[in-house]
Nanobody, 126 residues
Framework: QVQLVESGGGLVQPGGSLTLSCAAS????????MGWFRQAPGKEREFVAA????????YYGDSVKGRFTISRDNAKSTVYLQMNSLKPEDTAVYYC???????????????????WGQGTQVTVSS
């Protein structure tokens, strides 16, 4: 497995931007497809974005398409989530995850990911 540590969360006003980072250590990072998920209080964990091991393909949840961008730097063993035009409904704990077996692009689910970070809080509020 790979160890993951998220950073970059915080409080931001509606319409603002924030960039999350996820630093990986352990086994070869570049072999792992990566994803971001989020979970708000009382709600299920929701798929946000995913990226293939090469970074050549990216996928997004419907609620964030056009506003969020996932990217990775394999030389730095880091995956990023650039979040723009943030809304109060984006408030949640954001988790970085790695998949050792890949995911189904038709329905990306938390069960496809087997290594998780501890999460970072993002709060969008005026």
């Amino acid at each position: 497995q790979v160890q993951l540590v998220e950073s970059g969360g915080g409080l931001v006003q509606p319409g603002g931007s924030l960039t999350l980072s996820c630093a990986a250590s352990g086994r070869t990072f570049s072999r792992y497809p990566m994803g971001w998920f989020r979970q708000a209080p009382g709600k299920e964990r929701e798929f946000v974005a995913a990226i293939t091991w090469s970074g050549g393909s990216t996928y997004y949840g419907d609620s964030v398409k056009g506003r969020f961008t996932i990217s990775r730097d394999n030389a730095k063993s880091t995956v990023y989530l650039q979040m723009n035009s943030l809304k109060p409904e984006d408030t949640a704990v954001y988790y970085c995850a790695a998949s050792s077996r890949g995911f189904n692009i038709a329905r990306i689910s938390p069960v496809d990911f087997d290594s998780w970070g501890q999460g970072t809080q993002v709060t969008v509020s005026s």
